[in-house]
């Protein structure tokens, strides 16, 4: 706040300012030096400082210079526009965006008409100054002084608007147009705004000359209400009077002449300026003139465009013959104060008066709680809807809505406009069920179903637990399409459905109503609103699904995947569901990623009422960045996620074929057992290099496979078993000879020639605990000479071993080893001993040893882990071996003999074994082996 002898900032820039100015214009023409520095010094006045002191000096007065200039050329009763782009060239000064001007006197509504016209053909001001000065100009036009604006007789406006952005030619020349247009209908209006109240005693008059029509209640509220329009409650723009008349054709409406005032004025714009026969009006238009209240209310389909960019208002009185004919109309265009819309309805005539009736028609006493209600309802309405609506449309809806206050549903009310101009629908709903998401869809449901060209909304909550939402379409062709109400109302009923009921009647569709009612009561209301807001309620469906499916399980993971159905980019969706608590991201995603998906976002999921239930959902796509095909793989998919969490199975990369490679994680692991194999017998190629190549063949990772389960599955052992075996072959090697890449097509034959090399496997025993498969050593690809009879390699994902026999004869140790890579050298170079070291006692040697191949972190667990290591491998050797019952051989169940009987299997205490005596013969036992 300033004190007494304090000069402002704003001040000192002002003066600094207004010396340049004076400076610059004395450089180039003679002007009066008073006058134009205190044009400078008004016209700055009112620029904030921040512009003052972050604008040169020299653009500042440049552009003050080309304001006065454009004023001085002003024709004083002019209301001069200009639109154009000032460069430093030509004006000295050059903003961001092209400017407009206006010079006028000044008068009422003319900031805000003009402003409006800007904004609303898009375009964004950045900054405005429009002072008003006191302008004496000489008889050449030319300002020769400035006076006090006050006490001026003469003030104009200088109007500077500065917009975001450069116009073209085109744009200019349109917002002149219609700036000069917009000008135009402010200064009718305000030139006209008395003789338009004068025009109010006419309409008046027109009132009380109706009684051979109307009774003499409605013309007392008529004329209350138009002297009410008299005290501040009406914008008058706009006056007009019409007549019917008889011509040759029939009754005709015309305009009368020389009738029109403000915007009205050019009687000769109007559709009526000829006459328009009765009969060629559509029949609602007739109707208007022809019958109905006394006075209309209404709005119109344009909007003003002076003071207030809203639709105008339209308040027609019927003039009456002596006969009860209605024999004109005289019209009156406007707009509503804010006094009007804020005074209660007891203060309104016409309102007050529709109220009355409807009070009067339900029979309601004063003061009782149902007359609360419908006083307290039509309140609430809006004023321009209670005007427009007739008493009996207004009674039925507010009938309705006292019923709905009681009972928590979604209604829909419609009106058509009598003259086919709009549509008013008023939506109500319980409050808790009203976002703004809800509105926006309602209205844009009624701008489709209506044609609409625009559409007003207004909120009404009230005292009550309803929320009434008031819409208004506004139809630019004036016909209003027809539109089944009941259908609407449904598809109303739709948007409007909470959370829970969207996703109980979709869990219905999905589950059978019984189960998906169930699961949906149960589970929606443990979502956070976070959750709501954001999930597809297709895929809550598969959430409820899985979580029932966790709830009732034995507390392990649980995996689901399901597809996006929206959104320019939708992902898949996998999700674990866990009971308890969150888990490490570092746990699963290798696992996905080894699986070739691409994670593209987690959103982890806590319910409301057991935080340590967590949904894990991942937003993926697959290697080439689309959705994964749920009907070809998902299955296989979840199976795998859930085994790998299960720790049922493993993960690396070979697990990118569940997508590409039809096969399940089941079938991978045979896959994954031969490339192990054969590393321990020739590590020429590291693991992932061997995944890469099945992965880029995937058709024939998939026939090695089928050529696997062809030969070992007892199920497909049928008698065309030999010739379905060579068919899969010939596929293979087909596909083999397509392959161009060396390594690739090394590694994949060397798979298929172990599958040849395979004798014998335990893969499709139900009991089995591990993988086993018995080779014919020396049809192994690879195998370095001389070669072992037969060997039986045990895989586990904690365990693997291999068994190594010299001949049909042989016996030897197990061992533990802790060479993981290259233990098989160690038991082949321990074999060969064995079989020297035999010689004497029987025809030769064996010898077999396993590795841990996730031996334990804590020290003190070792012995537990290499015991259980040994009864896994000890067992998986007896899978694959014969029996020797009552001196007849019997072969192990569900296993398929590719070699001749063998039942010698002796092993004895080896290196880290040599307390497990009684556990080989526990197992042995378990078998009932010879």
Same mark, same amino acid.
């Given at each position: 706040?300033?004190?007494?002898?304090?000069?402002?900032?704003?001040?000192?820039?002002?003066?600094?300012?207004?010396?340049?100015?004076?400076?610059?214009?004395?450089?180039?023409?003679?002007?009066?030096?008073?006058?134009?520095?205190?044009?400078?010094?008004?016209?700055?006045?009112?620029?904030?400082?921040?512009? =003052?002191?972050?604008?040169?000096?020299?653009?500042?007065?440049? %552009?003050?210079?080309?304001?006065?200039?454009?004023?001085?050329?002003?024709?004083?009763?002019?209301?001069?526009?200009?639109?154009?782009?000032?460069?430093?060239? %030509?004006?000295?000064?050059?903003?961001?965006?092209?400017?407009?001007?206006?010079?006028?006197?000044?008068?009422?509504?003319?900031?805000?008409?003009?402003?409006?016209?800007?904004?609303?053909?898009?375009?964004?001001?950045?900054?405005?100054?429009?002072?008003?000065?006191?302008?004496?100009r000489g008889v050449d036009g030319d300002i020769v002084a400035i006076l006090p604006t006050r006490t001026a007789p003469n003030r104009?406006?200088?109007?500077?608007?500065?917009?975001?952005?450069?116009?073209?030619?085109?744009?200019?020349?349109?917002?002149?147009?219609?700036?000069?247009?917009?000008?135009?209908?402010?200064?009718?209006?305000?030139?006209?705004?008395?003789?338009?109240?004068?025009?109010?005693?006419?309409?008046?008059?027109?009132?009380?000359?109706?009684?051979?029509?109307?009774?003499?209640?409605?013309?007392?509220?008529?004329?209350?209400?138009?002297?009410?329009?008299?005290?501040?409650?009406?914008?008058?723009?706009?006056?007009?009077?019409?007549?019917?008349?008889?011509?040759?054709?029939?009754?005709?409406?015309?305009?009368?002449?020389?009738?029109?005032?403000?915007?009205?004025?050019?009687?000769?714009?109007?559709?009526?300026?000829?006459?328009?026969?009765?009969?060629?009006?559509?029949?609602?238009?007739?109707?208007?003139?022809?019958?109905?209240?006394?006075?209309?209310?209404?709005?119109?389909?344009?909007?003003?465009?002076?003071?207030?960019?809203?639709? =105008?208002?339209?308040?027609?009185?019927?003039?009456?013959?002596?006969?009860?004919?209605?024999?004109?109309?005289?019209?009156?265009?406007?707009?509503?104060?804010?006094?009007?819309?804020?005074?209660?309805?007891?203060?309104?005539?016409?309102?007050?008066?529709?109220?009355?009736?409807?009070?009067?028609?339900?029979?309601?006493?004063?003061?009782?709680?149902?007359?609360?209600?419908?006083?307290?309802?039509?309140?609430?309405?809006?004023?321009?809807?209670?005007?427009?609506?007739?008493?009996?449309?207004?009674?039925?809806?507010?009938?309705?809505?006292?019923?709905?206050?009681?009972?928590? %549903?979604?209604?829909?009310?419609?009106r058509r406009d009598l003259l086919q101009r709009s549509v008013s629908l008023l939506v109500v709903m319980p409050r808790d069920r009203?976002?703004?998401?809800?509105?926006?869809?309602?209205?844009?449901?009624?701008?489709?179903?209506?044609?609409?060209?625009?559409?007003?909304?207004?909120?009404?909550?009230?005292?009550?637990?309803?929320?009434?939402?008031?819409?208004?379409?506004?139809?630019?062709?004036?016909?209003?399409?027809?539109?089944?109400?009941?259908?609407?109302?449904?598809?109303?009923?739709?948007?409007?459905?909470?959370?829970?009921?969207?996703?109980?009647?979709?869990?219905?569709?999905?589950?059978?109503?019984?189960?998906?009612?169930?699961?949906?009561?149960?589970?929606?209301?443990?979502?956070?609103?976070?959750?709501?807001?954001?999930?597809?309620?297709?895929?809550?469906?598969?959430?409820?699904?899985?979580?029932?499916?966790?709830?009732?399980?034995?507390?392990?993971?649980?995996?689901?995947?399901?597809?996006?159905?929206?959104?320019?980019?939708?992902?898949?969706?996998?999700?674990?569901?866990?009971?308890?608590?969150?888990?490490?991201?570092?746990?699963?995603?290798?696992?996905?990623?080894?699986?070739?998906?691409?994670?593209?976002?987690?959103?982890?999921?806590?319910?409301?009422?057991?935080?340590?239930?967590?949904?894990?959902?991942?937003?993926?796509?697959?290697?080439?960045?689309?959705?994964?095909?749920?009907?070809?793989?998902?299955?296989?998919?979840?199976?795998?996620?859930?085994?790998?969490?299960?720790?049922?199975?493993?993960?690396?990369?070979?697990?990118?074929?569940?997508?590409?490679?039809?096969?399940?994680?089941?079938?991978?692991?045979?896959?994954?057992?031969?490339?192990?194999?054969?590393?321990?017998?020739?590590?020429?190629?590291?693991?992932?290099?061997?995944?890469?190549?099945?992965?880029?063949?995937?058709?024939?990772?998939?026939?090695?496979?089928?050529?696997?389960?062809?030969?070992?599955?007892?199920?497909?052992?049928?008698?065309?078993?030999?010739?379905?075996?060579?068919?899969?072959?010939?596929?293979?090697?087909?596909?083999?000879?397509?392959?161009?890449?060396?390594?690739?097509?090394?590694?994949?034959?060397?798979?298929?020639?172990?599958? %040849?090399?395979?004798?014998?496997?335990?893969?499709?025993?139900?009991?089995?605990?591990?993988?086993?498969?018995?080779?014919?050593?020396?049809?192994?690809?690879?195998?370095?000479?001389?070669?072992?009879?037969?060997?039986?390699?045990?895989?586990?994902?904690?365990?693997?071993?291999?068994?190594?026999?010299?001949?049909?004869?042989?016996?030897?140790?197990?061992?533990?080893?802790?060479?993981?890579?290259?233990?098989?050298?160690?038991?082949?170079?321990?074999?060969?001993?064995?079989?020297?070291?035999?010689?004497?006692?029987?025809?030769?040697?064996?010898?077999?040893?396993?590795?841990?191949?996730?031996?334990?972190?804590?020290?003190?667990?070792?012995?537990?882990?290499?015991?259980?290591?040994?009864?896994?491998?000890?067992?998986?050797?007896?899978?694959?071996?014969?029996?020797?019952?009552?001196?007849?051989?019997?072969h192990p169940p569900d296993v398929v003999i590719g070699d001749e009987d063998d039942t010698y299997l002796v092993v004895a205490a080896?290196?880290?074994?040599?307390?497990?005596?009684?556990?080989?013969?526990?197992?042995?036992?378990?078998?009932?082996?010879?």
């Amino acid at each position: 706040m300033s004190t007494l002898g304090t000069v402002e900032p704003h001040d000192v820039a002002v003066e600094g300012l207004c010396e340049r100015i004076a400076k610059l214009r004395a450089e180039r023409v003679d002007a009066d030096p008073a006058v134009l520095a205190e044009f400078s010094r008004r016209y700055l006045n009112r620029v904030p400082l921040d512009y =003052l002191t972050g604008t040169t000096a020299d653009e500042i007065a440049a %552009q003050v210079l080309s304001v006065y200039d454009y004023t001085n050329a002003h024709d004083a009763d002019g209301m001069d526009v200009r639109v154009f782009t000032p460069t430093m060239d %030509q004006y000295g000064y050059e903003p961001g965006g092209s400017v407009v001007e206006v010079v006028c006197p000044d008068m009422a509504f003319l900031i805000d008409s003009v402003i409006n016209e800007i904004q609303g053909r898009g375009h964004t001001i950045e900054r405005v100054f429009h002072p008003v000065l006191g302008i004496q100009r000489g008889v050449d036009g030319d300002i020769v002084a400035i006076l006090p604006t006050r006490t001026a007789p003469n003030r104009e406006s200088l109007q500077h608007y500065e917009l975001a952005r450069k116009l073209t030619d085109d744009e200019a020349e349109q917002l002149t147009k219609q700036l000069g247009i917009v000008l135009r209908d402010v200064r009718r209006a305000v030139v006209d705004f008395e003789p338009m109240q004068g025009a109010v005693y006419r309409m008046i008059k027109a009132v009380k000359e109706s009684s051979a029509r109307y009774d003499q209640a409605e013309i007392t509220e008529a004329v209350a209400y138009l002297e009410w329009l008299l005290d501040n409650n009406f914008v008058f723009l706009g006056y007009r009077e019409y007549k019917i008349v008889d011509t040759p054709k029939g009754r005709a409406v015309v305009a009368v002449p020389e009738s029109g005032l403000g915007i009205l004025t050019d009687t000769g714009q109007s559709a009526f300026s000829e006459p328009v026969l009765l009969d060629d009006l559509n029949p609602e238009l007739r109707a208007r003139y022809e019958s109905g209240n006394l006075v209309v209310i209404t709005k119109t389909n344009g909007l003003s465009r002076v003071h207030r960019r809203s639709k =105008l208002d339209y308040i027609g009185v019927r003039r009456v013959g002596p006969d009860g004919q209605v024999v004109g109309e005289v019209r009156m265009l406007g707009l509503f104060t804010s006094k009007a819309y804020m005074a209660p309805v007891s203060q309104i005539p016409i309102l007050r008066s529709k109220l009355n009736q409807i009070l009067e028609a339900e029979d309601t006493m004063e003061g009782s709680h149902y007359y609360k209600e419908l006083v307290q309802l039509f309140e609430s309405f809006p004023k321009d809807e209670l005007f427009a609506t007739p008493t009996d449309d207004i009674r039925r809806s507010m009938v309705g809505l006292v019923e709905l206050q009681e009972r928590e %549903q979604v209604r829909l009310f419609l009106r058509r406009d009598l003259l086919q101009r709009s549509v008013s629908l008023l939506v109500v709903m319980p409050r808790d069920r009203f976002n703004a998401p809800i509105r926006r869809k309602l209205q844009d449901l009624f701008m489709e179903r209506f044609g609409g060209s625009s559409v007003d909304y207004r909120l009404a909550l009230g005292e009550t637990d309803t929320a009434r939402l008031h819409f208004t379409v506004w139809i630019s062709d004036r016909q209003i399409p027809a539109v089944d109400v009941e259908e609407l109302e449904l598809e109303v009923l739709d948007i409007t459905k909470t959370w829970d009921e969207r996703i109980t009647e979709l869990a219905s569709d999905r589950l059978g109503e019984r189960k998906g009612h169930m699961l949906a009561e149960h589970w929606t209301g443990e979502f956070p609103d976070y959750y709501r807001n954001s999930m597809e309620p297709e895929l809550v469906i598969g959430d409820i699904v899985r979580l029932q499916e966790l709830a009732d399980g034995s507390g392990e993971p649980v995996v689901g995947l399901q597809n996006e159905v929206g959104g320019s980019h939708p992902l898949s969706r996998l999700a674990v569901y866990k009971a308890d608590g969150k888990m490490m991201l570092s746990d699963i995603m290798p696992t996905l990623e080894a699986l070739g998906l691409r994670v593209v976002e987690e959103v982890p999921t806590r319910l409301v009422s057991d935080e340590d239930v967590v949904i894990h959902d991942f937003g993926v796509v697959d290697a080439a960045g689309r959705q994964i095909n749920l009907g070809a793989c998902g299955d296989r998919l979840i199976e795998t996620v859930s085994a790998v969490l299960d720790d049922d199975t493993e993960s690396d990369s070979l697990n990118r074929l569940i997508l590409v490679g039809d096969l399940t994680y089941h079938q991978l692991e045979i896959l994954r057992a031969y490339r192990t194999y054969w590393r321990r017998v020739r590590l020429a190629f590291a693991a992932d290099y061997v995944n890469d190549a099945l992965v880029a063949h995937p058709t024939i990772a998939r026939d090695l496979v089928d050529l696997f389960e062809q030969r070992f599955d007892p199920a497909r052992q049928g008698p065309d078993a030999e010739v379905e075996e060579k068919e899969i072959t010939a596929r293979i090697l087909a596909g083999l000879d397509a392959v161009e890449s060396l390594d690739e097509d090394r590694i994949l034959r060397a798979i298929l020639g172990l599958i %040849q090399a395979t004798v014998r496997t335990n893969a499709y025993r139900p009991d089995r605990g591990s993988l086993a498969f018995k080779f014919r050593s020396a049809d192994v690809p690879g195998m370095p000479k001389p070669a072992p009879l037969f060997e039986i390699f045990v895989y586990h994902r904690d365990v693997e071993g291999l068994h190594l026999r010299g001949g049909r004869v042989a016996r030897g140790g197990i061992r533990w080893s802790t060479r993981r890579e290259d233990y098989r050298t160690e038991v082949l170079g321990l074999m060969k001993a064995q079989m020297t070291k035999n010689a004497v006692i029987v025809p030769t040697g064996s010898k077999g040893g396993f590795v841990l191949r996730r031996p334990p972190i804590d020290p003190a667990r070792m012995p537990e882990a290499v015991l259980a290591a040994y009864t896994t491998f000890i067992s998986g050797l007896l899978d694959v071996t014969d029996n020797l019952v009552s001196g007849s051989v019997i072969h192990p169940p569900d296993v398929v003999i590719g070699d001749e009987d063998d039942t010698y299997l002796v092993v004895a205490a080896d290196k880290g074994t040599a307390t497990f005596s009684d556990t080989a013969n526990a197992i042995a036992a378990r078998y009932r082996f010879w």
